[in-house]
């Protein structure tokens, strides 16, 4: 995963290179009213999920599409890799959880301000990994049972707000609410409503 996330890093600083040549070279041409833009991001999540509530640090990468229909409103569509999970202690054991996703937020765009942009919608979400790891002095372990408890998709509320800065860049900060739950019941194992809740920070850049 660290080499995806160098590659979207490569990515971002050789479009900035490219549109700051381009734009030194001439201003670009509006053929319409209608605008469209996409490129790579990348981020930071730090989650969590509502059982436990105890936050931890991963990230996102992943690319995105833009139509711009007017000056006040348009329409963005993301295909992203998230890793999620959350930390959890208990009777002197810490727990580890993992979730990877593939997720489609497909999110309308209000441009509030010149640059910026309130955005929400929906964020559809396809497990590819789960893991539950243990550490209790002196063992270390993994629970294989988080694998048959966990679903298979999650359905989320994005709400966030985007700047873009006239050179390229965009800076995103969002918050995804997790609509449904990670995973079933188990005794005490998974007790309780268990849902995904992630603030994501981002980077992209725009062509």
Not at 37 to 43: A, C, D, R
Not at 164 to 176: E, I, Q, W
Not at 178 to 203: A, P
């Amino acid at each position: 995963m660290k080499r995806v996330l160098l590659v979207f890093m490569a990515m971002l600083v050789l479009g900035s290179l490219n549109a700051q040549e381009a734009t030194q070279q001439k201003e670009p041409v509006k053929k319409s009213g209608l605008e469209f833009g996409f490129g790579p991001k990348v981020g930071f999540n730090w989650t969590s999920i509502s059982t436990y509530n105890k936050n931890k640090c991963d990230f996102l990468a992943g690319m995105f599409a833009e139509f711009k229909f007017n000056k006040y409103v348009g329409a963005q569509a993301e295909v992203l890799f998230s890793r999620q999970g959350t930390r959890h202690k208990e009777n002197g054991t810490k727990y580890y959880f993992k979730f990877d996703y593939v997720s489609v937020p497909i999110l309308a765009k209000v441009y509030i301000f010149k640059g910026f942009s309130f955005d929400v919608g929906p964020q559809f979400s396809f497990l590819t990994n789960s893991k539950c790891k243990f550490k209790t002095t002196p063992v270390k372990g993994e629970y294989d049972i988080v694998k048959d408890l966990a679903k298979n998709f999650d359905f989320s509320l994005d709400l966030g707000l985007s700047y873009d800065f006239k050179f390229g860049m965009v800076a995103s900060l969002r918050y995804n609410i997790g609509m449904t739950q990670v995973m079933d019941k188990y005794d005490r194992f998974v007790d309780g409503s268990n849902y995904n809740r992630v603030f994501q920070f981002s980077l992209g850049w725009k062509f």
